[in-house]
């Protein structure tokens, strides 16, 4: 931990499952803090109801620095809309998720705060807020901290996939998947998984084509583009091999062969993860200047105020934001 500082969790959009999750995820002896609670108290109020769960005592606070104890709120500021409706797309709640990141955000820029978890938004409602340029998390944080080069890593116990690209139609992600794009991905994770605790970590890139290509007979991006793209970092001395099939890869590396294979478009690493272990998965951002992690599932808005919602994958991503700000990857 960074001098023992606490660690912000956004609550997400106040009409999905990010409130219920976090407080089902207080009522868990593994969250013990110190945490700071960014978002409304009506949110947080809102999802413990639907969950018949009891809130802890929880202080309010109007910056990390006034923490007195395990637990506080730090209230944005954003009122509860008058035609609140879980389950609802509304701009209200779109703006009440992006100031809760933004905020966070700010607070680990400026290093009241050790690092961030975020629960999950709604791309619909942020757009609605007028955020158009928002797709995810991954671009408000760029955008905060002026951060040119990001990327997705998603871990689970025994699998760690960083993504080359995520939200980009699969058109466009084909596209992408060129030679500097790959290794400028492969440098990002090199240096990431070494400030996190893996020192020369081994990374497997994922072929693009069925079969890696075939040699050419169906899909010429592996020759043209990432076996050199492969060879550029090996001269750099990163611990890479690739591209090797995506049928296998992932196997491998959770078999103990790999740290982290590059998935080379969105559904290739996600698909592999939650099929692993959907409920123990959870993302960090890498190349933005301070620790975010995140729940691997989105605003459930089919169930949101039903109480139904699982919060192992909130309190994953928790333990996760403390192992990453203090060197301990390689525990996860």
Same mark, same amino acid.
């Given at each position: 931990?960074k001098g023992?500082?606490p660690i912000g969790v956004?609550?997400?959009?106040?009409a999905?499952?990010?409130p219920?999750?976090?407080?089902?995820?207080?009522?868990?002896?593994?969250?013990?803090g110190p945490?700071?609670?960014?978002?409304s108290r009506?949110?947080?109020?809102?999802?413990?109801?639907?969950a018949?769960?009891?809130l802890?005592?929880?202080s309010?606070?109007d910056?990390?620095g006034?923490?007195?104890?395990p637990l506080?709120?730090l209230?944005?500021?954003v009122a509860e809309?008058?035609d609140?409706?879980?389950?609802k797309v509304?701009a209200?709640?779109?703006?009440h998720a992006?100031?809760a990141v933004?905020?966070?955000a700010?607070l680990?820029?400026?290093g009241?705060?050790a690092?961030?978890?975020?629960?999950p938004i709604?791309k619909?409602?942020?757009h609605a807020?007028?955020y158009?340029? %928002?797709? !995810?998390h991954?671009? =408000?944080?760029a955008r905060?901290?002026?951060?040119?080069? +990001? &990327? /997705?890593m998603l871990m689970?116990?025994?699998?760690r996939v960083v993504h080359?690209?995520?939200h980009?139609?699969l058109i466009?992600?084909?596209?992408?998947?060129t030679?500097?794009?790959v290794?400028q991905?492969?440098?990002?994770a090199?240096?990431?998984?070494s400030?996190?605790?893996?020192?020369?970590?081994r990374?497997?890139v994922?072929?693009l084509n069925?079969?890696?290509?075939?040699?050419g007979?169906?899909g010429?991006?592996?020759i043209?583009?990432i076996?050199?793209?492969v060879?550029?970092?090996v001269a750099?001395?990163?611990?890479?091999v690739?591209?090797?099939?995506?049928?296998s890869?992932?196997?491998?590396a959770i078999?103990g062969?790999?740290?982290?294979v590059m998935a080379?478009y969105h %559904?290739? !690493?996600?698909?592999? =993860?939650k099929?692993?272990?959907f409920?123990?998965?959870t +993302? &960090? /951002?890498?190349g933005?200047?301070?620790?975010r992690?995140s729940?691997?599932?989105?605003t459930?808005?089919?169930?949101?105020g039903?109480g139904k919602a699982?919060?192992?994958?909130l309190i994953?991503?928790i333990?996760a934001?403390y192992a990453?700000?203090?060197?301990?990857?390689?525990r996860?």
């Amino acid at each position: 931990m960074k001098g023992n500082l606490p660690i912000g969790v956004t609550m997400g959009d106040p009409a999905g499952i990010g409130p219920e999750v976090l407080a089902k995820a207080l009522q868990c002896s593994a969250v013990a803090g110190p945490m700071v609670l960014i978002g409304s108290r009506w949110a947080l109020e809102r999802g413990a109801a639907a969950a018949d769960y009891r809130l802890p005592d929880i202080s309010s606070i109007d910056k990390p620095g006034a923490l007195d104890g395990p637990l506080g709120l730090l209230d944005i500021g954003v009122a509860e809309p008058a035609d609140f409706q879980f389950g609802k797309v509304h701009a209200g709640c779109g703006e009440h998720a992006v100031q809760a990141v933004e905020c966070a955000a700010k607070l680990c820029l400026t290093g009241e705060l050790a690092g961030m978890v975020t629960c999950p938004i709604n791309k619909a409602a942020i757009h609605a807020a007028g955020y158009v340029d %928002d797709i !995810g998390h991954q671009e =408000i944080l760029a955008r905060i901290s002026g951060s040119e080069r +990001t &990327a /997705t890593m998603l871990m689970t116990p025994g699998l760690r996939v960083v993504h080359l690209s995520t939200h980009k139609s699969l058109i466009e992600a084909a596209r992408f998947v060129t030679r500097d794009n790959v290794l400028q991905t492969l440098e990002l994770a090199q240096t990431s998984l070494s400030k996190w605790g893996i020192e020369r970590p081994r990374i497997a890139v994922a072929a693009l084509n069925p079969h890696g290509g075939e040699a050419g007979l169906i899909g010429r991006e592996e020759i043209d583009q990432i076996e050199p793209a492969v060879r550029d970092a090996v001269a750099l001395g990163i611990d890479v091999v690739g591209p090797i099939p995506a049928d296998s890869v992932f196997n491998r590396a959770i078999d103990g062969e790999f740290d982290v294979v590059m998935a080379l478009y969105h %559904d290739q !690493g996600h698909i592999a =993860i939650k099929v692993h272990d959907f409920h123990g998965s959870t +993302t &960090a /951002t890498l190349g933005i200047p301070f620790v975010r992690t995140s729940v691997d599932h989105g605003t459930a808005f089919d169930i949101a105020g039903c109480g139904k919602a699982d919060s192992r994958g909130l309190i994953a991503a928790i333990d996760a934001a403390y192992a990453l700000v203090s060197g301990q990857l390689a525990r996860l």
